[in-house]
Structure formats: structure tokens, C-alpha cells
């Protein structure tokens, strides 16, 4: 076991600046999820309306689908370390200003702030992705996104947990104040990396100017360089399907297993340590990147007929084994895109094509929870036959992209290999 980690553990040891930036990335994370519920609970609080929790749901969505593509402007165009420097301290002023909602006229605020903080998320995300390439050698690119998004789903199966024991005894205000302090902490560490970065000419800085013209020529040159559009698709052809099916275990918790927030636990705990190890088997198994797109294509395929057989099963140890199978496919599909994409583009564009790919994920994954949520409120169909087609549709995505997308990489590699010879 400690030999299969060595790789990982060198890189954490012996690269200073990816240590610092992933313990920056760890702690924000964490930040993110552990002030969630206390969120929550001021809400309900002040208010008893199933509406108004669902929608700081909608807002953080919204907030980081609609900023995304300035996000990636700025990326590129500004200096990332000092982007995401600030972006921590406002993000933790933010988190601190919600202390302020101390009755009902006031709530108004919580959402804004809470816009704020996602926007500046918005920001904060590419960045770092863009980054990662700049402080780690190319032979360890991969590992390196591998502990990022295993990082994640330990912090994600913890970080609402602990929050919520906290808010339960500490009460929201020392919440909101300790998580105000993570982002702070966040942004010592990575004041104290050096993150090199490739900035753009004189001339494509007076050019893209305007963020319009910088934008514009981001969506060019994704459209124009197929073999990066390709991997682009991957997160957001997969939670289409995947932000319904996620939502659906919240319905299936109280509704099938009668287990409420504890089996809620329990479904993304599988979920998070699932995502973990997922790219980990996926590089074992698929170790040339040659094949990575055809990964994602039998990665959907696989996640789709996983979240299938939990539509059809009722115990518990079931759903967690599928539930973790069908994340574990989730996790790997979400690695192998983003290596690819962080090697496929030059360093000058890499902020726009993460915010924009940032920005497909976060609009196929709030399409799918509102059409999923409208089914359910209109009796259409049960949660568990809803998870089911869901399941299928997704599964049936995961077949398009291998006849489709798999084939127009295939060809890519075919006239690398003969470009080469």
C-alpha cells in the first residue's frame, strides 16, 4: 500500500511550491463545505421557507456558471498567485460579512455574500487549475491532479460533517468566523509559493483589452483546437446526467431508506471516497494517454449503468458499493480531462478554458437538478424510476461520445503517429 502511494508522497515532500498550493487549495476546500450548514441554518432560522434554502443552492450555481468567463479572462490576463491571494481574503470577508444577518429583512444579505464568495470562486478555481501545470514537472502532472481531486473527496465526506457538528455546538457565528480564518490561511500559502506563469505579449495585452475581445478569442481558439474541445466536454456531457442523479440520493435518503441525513452521509461518503479512487484505477488500467478519451467515454457509460442498479436496489450496503462504483468512474473521467487539457493548451489561454469548461459543468448540473426536482414535484415518476432513467440516458451519453468523440481523437492520434513517422 505505501509503495503504490510513494509517488504521490515524494511529490507532496519534495515540491515545495505544489505542497503549498495544494495545502492552499485543501484549506479553502475545506472552507467551502465546513461553513455550509451553518449557512443553512441561519437561513432556517430567520425563515421557514423550503424556497428560500433551495435557493442559495440556485445562487451559488448561478453566481459561478454566470461569472465563469470573466473568471477565465482575468486568469489569463492577471498575474494567478496574486488573483488567487485576493480572492482568499475577500472570500473570507464575505464568509464574515453573513454574520451581519441577525433577522428576517436582513437575510437579502446572506444570498449576496454568498454570490460574492462564489464568484470570487469563480475566479480562485481556474487559477489554480492553470497553475498546477507551472509548478510540477510534466511526468508528474498527472499525480498531481490525482491527490488534488482526492484531496477534494476526503475534505468534501468531512468538511460538511465536522461544519455540521461545529454549527450544532459552537453556534453559526464561531463558524462563520473559523471559516473566514481558512481562507485567510489559504492565502498565506499561497503568498508563500512561487507559481511561474507565461504572460501574454504587449501587443495580446493592448488586443484583449477589452474582456469581451479576450473572451471571444478564448471560445476561438477552444473551437478551433478540436483535440482541446474534446476533453472540454467531458465534465459537462457527464453531469447532464450526473448533478440529477446526485440530487436524487437527497430524495433517496428520505424517502426509500428513511434514514434522513444520515444515510445522506453515508450515500456521499461513497460518493467522495469513490471519486478518490477512481483515477487512481483509471491510470492503472489505462496508462497511455492516448487512450484518456476513450476513458471518459466508457467512464459515463459506466457511471450511467452504476447509478441504474441503485434505482433498482433498497439496502444500503448495495447503494453504497454503486454508488461509490459510479463515482469512482466520475472521479477518473474528471482527472483524465483535466491532465489533458492542462497539457493541450498553452498557458496564455489555460484560465479561459477552465472557466469555460467550469462553466459547461455548472450549467449541465443545475439543468439536470431543476428538470430532475419539476419531475418529482409533478408526480411524473418515483424517485428510484427516475434515477433509473437517468441512469440509462447517461449510460446511452457515454455510447454517443464513444462512437463520436472517441472516433475524432482516434483520428488525432492516427495523424500524430503519421506526422511523426
Not at 491571494?85 to 455574500?113: N, T
Not at 474582456?211 to 471571444?216: E, S, T
Request: charged residues 15%; proline residues 2%.
Amino acid at each position: 500500500m505505501l509503495k503504490n502511494l510513494r509517488p504521490y508522497l515524494s511529490l507532496i515532500k519534495e515540491n515545495h511550491d505544489f505542497r503549498r498550493l495544494w495545502i492552499a487549495q485543501s484549506i479553502s476546500n475545506f472552507g467551502d463545505w465546513f461553513g455550509l450548514l451553518a449557512l443553512y441554518a441561519i437561513i432556517g432560522k430567520y425563515s421557514d421557507s423550503e424556497f428560500l434554502l433551495g435557493l442559495i443552492i440556485v445562487v451559488k450555481m448561478l453566481s459561478l456558471a454566470f461569472f465563469s468567463p470573466i473568471a477565465g479572462y482575468f486568469a489569463d490576463r492577471f498575474n494567478r498567485r496574486r488573483l488567487m491571494i485576493w480572492c482568499d481574503l475577500f472570500r473570507g470577508l464575505a464568509v464574515l460579512g453573513i454574520i451581519l444577518v441577525q433577522s428576517e429583512s436582513m437575510l437579502w444579505l446572506a444570498y449576496v455574500l454568498t454570490a460574492l464568495q462564489m464568484m470570487l470562486s469563480a475566479i480562485f478555481e481556474p487559477a489554480k487549475t492553470s497553475s498546477i501545470p507551472n509548478v510540477t514537472s510534466e511526468e508528474n502532472l498527472t499525480n498531481a491532479n490525482i491527490i488534488s481531486t482526492a484531496t477534494w473527496s476526503i475534505i468534501f465526506t468531512t468538511g460538511m460533517a465536522i461544519g455540521g457538528f461545529a454549527t450544532e455546538w459552537l453556534g453559526t457565528d464561531v463558524v462563520l468566523i473559523l471559516d473566514s480564518l481558512t481562507y485567510v490561511a489559504s492565502a498565506w500559502f499561497v503568498y508563500r509559493a512561487v507559481i511561474p506563469q507565461k504572460r501574454l505579449s504587449e501587443e495580446e495585452l493592448y488586443r484583449t483589452r477589452n474582456p469581451f475581445k479576450g473572451i471571444q478569442e478564448g471560445l476561438s481558439y477552444l473551437i478551433k483546437n478540436r483535440h482541446i474541445l474534446r476533453p472540454s466536454l467531458a465534465k459537462g456531457f457527464s453531469t447532464a446526467f450526473l448533478g440529477g442523479l446526485v440530487y436524487l440520493l437527497i430524495i433517496v435518503s428520505e424517502e426509500v431508506l428513511m434514514m434522513g441525513s444520515i444515510g445522506l452521509g453515508l450515500l456521499y461518503a461513497a460518493r467522495g471516497f469513490g471519486t478518490g479512487i477512481g483515477p487512481i484505477i483509471g491510470r492503472r488500467i489505462f496508462r497511455d494517454e492516448k487512450d484518456w478519451v476513450t476513458l471518459m467515454g466508457l467512464a459515463i457509460t459506466f457511471c450511467g449503468m452504476m447509478y441504474m442498479v441503485v434505482g433498482l436496489v433498497n439496502s444500503l450496503p448495495l447503494m453504497l458499493i454503486f454508488v461509490l462504483l459510479a463515482h469512482s468512474a466520475s472521479g477518473a473521467n474528471w482527472v483524465s480531462s483535466t491532465v489533458l487539457l492542462q497539457k493541450r493548451t498553452v498557458d496564455t489561454f489555460r484560465g479561459r478554458i477552465f472557466s469555460t469548461e467550469w462553466l459547461l459543468f455548472t450549467i449541465g448540473s443545475s439543468i439536470s437538478t431543476v428538470i430532475a426536482s419539476l419531475i418529482l414535484e409533478a408526480e411524473l415518476m418515483n424517485v428510484k424510476s427516475l434515477i433509473m432513467v437517468y441512469g440509462g440516458m447517461m449510460a446511452l451519453a457515454g455510447i454517443f461520445w464513444s462512437f463520436t468523440i472517441t472516433q475524432n481523437e482516434k483520428i488525432y492520434q492516427s495523424e500524430l503517429r503519421s506526422a511523426d513517422q
